[in-house]
């Protein structure tokens, strides 16, 4: 009698545990249920502005990849590295040939040797730093 009652008593506490465990996922899902109903929402309509960037790239207002910047907005750099290497006025120098290395060192290019020769201002191929000769205005 006494093994009866022992197993009676494991298995009525597997039994127990089993359905406490149910209750307290139940409960568990019940309270934590997100308060938002709606999955998700699509704008049909596209209103963003397309700004060209420096490699000229605009697309058309009803192109696909434009969907990426309805919830953001697109941002494109103004400040051109063309446009920023203009402003920089040429170096006068006074040789026949002058070299540039774009700076200094790692932060530079591979040295380039520029001809003066031929008036105007000359520009480097990596860089776009320009120089011109003294006196050949």
């Not at 700004?51 to 103004?78: E, S």
């Not at 060192?105 to 003294?134: A, Q």
Request: hydrophobic residues 30%; charged residues 25%.
């Amino acid at each position: 009698m006494t093994l009866l009652r022992k197993t009676r008593r494991s298995s009525d506490f597997k039994v127990n545990n089993m359905l406490q465990k149910r209750a307290s996922l139940l409960l568990f899902q019940h309270f934590n249920r997100s308060r938002i109903q709606a999955i998700g929402s699509r704008c049909i309509t596209n209103t963003t502005d397309d700004i060209c960037t420096h490699t000229g790239q605009k697309w058309d207002a009803d192109d696909y990849r434009l969907a990426r910047f309805m919830n953001a907005p697109k941002h494109v750099n103004q400040n051109w590295a063309v446009k920023l290497i203009a402003e920089v006025p040429p170096k006068e120098v006074t040789e026949r040939v002058v070299w540039c290395d774009g700076g200094s060192g790692p932060e530079g290019h591979p040295r380039v040797y520029i001809n003066l020769d031929k008036p105007g201002d000359h520009s480097c191929g990596y860089c776009g730093l320009r120089f011109i000769k003294k006196g050949s205005h």
